[in-house]
């Protein structure tokens, strides 16, 4: 099994853009700077971010490799207060205090610092209202203004004071008290600055460099606290921001801090969320996704990790990392593995590599290059042979639990099929005898789609992605598959993403979705323009999490909306699930409105087969409702 966390041994290649990142940091004339390191969920983000924090300073934050401070920030830290901003600053502050070498240098400053934080928060004010002219009057430090407010204060009672500091209008009361001493609201912002910077230049550091990652996990309002805090009150001199993200997640943030959504056509929209983005981030930098060599290597290398000793895995990894500089192009497998390993460790390699490479260009489109994705196939799959182990199968056969694990990932609705062909023919299916007998007689992938297409039973199977399986070895028509299928039982009755943890960017859109007060036309351009351009993968996991919350929500009119603006919008395979999600939910259990809404889809024809078989004989209020003339 392998770990899903973030690490700076680069199994990916990654070095490269890691190097590339500290190259742009260590150049003094680009400085200050905010750099976005963008990519999908699972894409490598916060491995590359942990070796820019390695390469720059060392294993120890304290330390101050070339006078560089470096400070790593996990963007969840900061989602549970109330201001992310004030925590943001409060946290980069206290580092500098709390620092064994420079903290005794920057004393007076930390604690003039720490002190503006800290009243801005105890009077309630708080970040949140930067805009407000007196706000600035706290920024002195607050001795200066602790007796000021102690005379104001004295003019009320108790009972009264503690209604106006903990009310809603707190900010209007505390503008008339100071409205006089300070009416710049540029002062604030100014000021924490002047003493930002002097800060970094009494501690005598060339460099701070600040490393935000999963600031994607976060909520809206909190990402856009953490941007607007870099850009506002840290972006000063000899300073570099380095923030893990994915940009659809913080496109979204923009969007929903700002209620662009909805509000203007849809080219406004966009050039503001990219101004904006814009002023925030100045260096975009987006990671690729892995390409078949590249994932080869991965899983490689993965394997030799869990196969191997730690002493025979540091010989192969330091080959590797000299390959990758002399060739950045070719697979680091099997072949190139040989030359630095014993024929004991060659034996084991064999057993676990010898059919990756003809099954990687499937896993690379089904994962969509996603390395965390890889690794949880990995994970997923060493589990399932494990399992093998425990139930003593005969003749189990590891390719054969590989490819269908595939199909499972990259088409869930055709495993479904291929699993109902195999239940009801004593674990041969006969259907994919067909379908493989016409992959192997077309030489050209149309005549295949054509001679699929023209099947009404094979007819779902004339994907690239699907035809694409059925090339590769080992064949399945002549093999039991009930063993194959029973290890992953669990996936019948539910789907993959069930045991996974969802991606950022899938509970965002649902989050976005389900709004009762949407209209339809704001739904279906979320739709259009967001589940529509997501990967395959992402889009299961999607209508998974979809069905997920209809059945754990029977009642809730809004999640088989949802469904029904999918349908409306042709994503693919939404009417497959629904349809599954429906026949797990009581009939007694589903609003009426449904049965209503249903009668919009009776031409698809799996919602037809499904009235006809679930809803024509029923007499339930959802049944009657769809049978209503």
């Known amino acids: 099994m392998w770990a899903d966390n973030e690490t700076s041994e680069d199994l990916l290649g990654f070095k490269v853009h890691a190097d590339l990142l500290i190259d742009v940091i260590k150049d003094d004339k680009v400085l200050p700077v905010s750099i976005g390191v963008f990519g999908?969920?699972?894409?490598?983000?916060?491995?590359?971010?942990?070796?820019?924090?390695?390469?720059?300073?060392?294993?120890n934050e304290d330390d101050l490799k070339d006078?560089?401070?470096?400070?790593?920030?996990?963007?969840?830290?900061?989602?549970?207060y109330d201001d992310a901003k004030a925590a943001l600053l409060e946290s980069i502050i206290e580092k500098f205090d709390k620092h064994k070498t420079i903290g005794n240098k920057v004393k007076d400053k930390t604690t003039k610092l720490l002190k503006s934080v800290k009243w801005m928060r105890m009077l309630g004010l708080g970040f949140k209202k930067v805009v407000l002219p007196t706000a600035s009057a706290y920024f002195t430090g607050g001795l200066s203004l602790i007796p000021?407010?102690?005379q104001e204060f004295s003019k009320y009672d108790s009972n009264e004071l503690a209604g106006k500091l903990t009310g809603e209008n707190v900010g209007d009361f505390l503008k008339d008290i100071v409205k006089d001493k300070d009416d710049d609201e540029t002062t604030l912002v100014r000021e924490f600055r002047d003493d930002f910077k002097e800060m970094i230049d009494k501690s005598e550091i060339k460099k701070l460099v600040v490393i935000i990652d999963d600031l994607d996990r976060c909520t809206p309002d909190r990402i856009i606290e953490n941007l607007e805090a870099i850009k506002l009150f840290l972006n000063v001199e000899k300073t570099a921001f380095v923030i893990g993200a994915d940009p659809r997640i913080v496109r979204h943030a923009i969007e929903f801090r700002y209620k662009t959504l909805g509000k203007a056509d849809e080219d406004s929209n966009s050039r503001i969320v990219d101004d904006y983005?814009?002023?925030?981030?100045?260096?975009?930098?987006?990671?690729?996704?892995?390409?078949?060599?590249?994932v080869e290597t991965y899983i490689s290398l993965l394997i030799c990790k869990r196969e191997l000793s730690e002493e025979v895995f540091i010989t192969i990894f330091e080959a590797f990392q000299n390959f990758r500089i002399k060739d950045r192009y070719s697979v680091y497998g099997l072949a190139a593995i040989k030359g630095t390993i014993n024929d004991e460790a060659q034996k084991i390699l064999s057993k676990s590599l010898i059919s990756i490479p003809a099954l990687v260009p499937v896993i690379t489109q089904t994962l969509n290059g996603n390395p965390r994705q890889v690794k949880r196939f990995l994970n997923t799959l060493t589990l399932r042979q494990r399992l093998a182990t425990v139930a003593k199968l005969s003749d189990f056969n590891d390719a054969i639990l590989t490819k269908l694990m595939i199909l499972e990932?990259?088409?869930?609705?055709?495993?479904?099929?291929?699993?109902d062909w195999q239940v009801s023919q004593k674990g041969i299916a006969s259907q994919l005898k067909q379908l493989e007998e016409i992959v192997k007689a077309k030489p050209t992938f149309n005549e295949v789609k054509s001679d699929i297409e023209n099947n009404e039973g094979l007819k779902n199977w004339s994907k690239q992605r699907a035809i694409n399986w059925l090339k590769v070895e080992p064949s399945l028509?002549?093999?039991?598959?009930?063993?194959?299928?029973?290890?992953?039982?669990?996936?019948?009755?539910?789907?993959?993403?069930g045991t996974s943890l969802i991606p950022p960017i899938i509970k965002t859109l649902y989050q976005q979705l389900n709004q009762d007060s949407l209209t339809d036309a704001v739904s279906k351009k979320i739709i259009k323009e967001q589940v529509s351009v997501l990967s395959d993968f992402e889009r299961i996991i999607f209508l998974d999490f979809c069905s997920q919350m209809v059945i754990r929500n029977p009642k809730k009119k809004r999640c088989y909306d949802i469904f029904h603006l999918l349908m409306e919008e042709k994503i693919q395979d939404s009417e497959n699930i629904y349809v599954k999600s429906l026949s797990d939910i009581p009939q007694k259990d589903i609003p009426p409105a449904v049965g209503l809404a249903l009668k919009r889809f009776e031409s698809i024809e799996v919602i037809k087969k499904y009235i006809e078989v679930n809803v024509t004989k029923s007499e339930t209020s959802f049944a009657k409702a769809n049978k209503t003339k």
């Open 40 to 59: 999908d969920w699972g894409s490598g983000k916060s491995s590359i971010l942990q070796i820019v924090r390695k390469e720059l300073s060392g294993q």
């Open 277 to 294: 983005l814009e002023k925030l981030i100045q260096i975009p930098y987006n990671l690729p996704k892995l390409s078949d060599s590249e």
């Open 67 to 80: 006078d560089t401070l470096v400070l790593y920030f996990n963007g969840w830290v900061f989602e549970g």
């Open 477 to 497: 028509s002549d093999i039991d598959l009930s063993d194959y299928f029973w290890l992953s039982r669990d996936r019948i009755a539910s789907t993959i993403p």
């Open 409 to 419: 990932y990259s088409e869930l609705p055709l495993f479904k099929q291929l699993y």
């Open 148 to 150: 000021f407010l102690a």
